[in-house]
């Protein structure tokens, strides 16, 4: 059973910062591709961003490319995104996803990735 937990969300004022970070137990490979996906009220959820486990390659959506980064601490089974620059659109539920077998054609796509955390909800004031 593999199980995800992330931490970090808040409520920030636009221009602010914050650090998501999401914790994994269980039997995972260092091989896997871990994503970020956020949903906000009425919309479907969608991709953010996600790394690789093997060469640590990394893809953003276009609307947080430059803001946002996305890392892995192998060691500590753990992946971060490290959002700066917010603005009031990034309000969401913010989820973490982990794919198994790493499918660099599927990497955005929700329904691709095998198990997910209970999402911490981030909050951008203007």
């Known amino acids: 059973q593999v199980h995800l937990v992330e931490s970090g969300g808040g409520l920030v004022q636009a221009g602010g910062s914050l650090r998501l970070s999401c914790t994994v137990t269980?039997?995972?490979?260092?091989?896997?591709?871990m994503g970020w996906f956020r949903q906000a009220p009425g919309k479907e959820r969608e991709f953010v961003a996600a790394i690789t486990g093997s060469a640590g390659s990394t893809y953003y959506a276009d609307s947080v490319k430059g803001r946002f980064t996305i890392s892995r601490d192998n060691a500590k089974n753990t992946v971060y995104l490290q959002m700066n620059s917010l603005k009031p659109e990034d309000t969401a539920v913010y989820s973490c996803a982990v794919q198994m077998i790493v499918a660099l054609w599927s990497i955005t796509t929700p329904n691709r990735y095998d198990y997910w955390g209970q999402g911490t909800q981030v909050t951008v004031s203007s």
């Open positions: 269980g039997r995972t490979r260092s091989s896997s591709a």
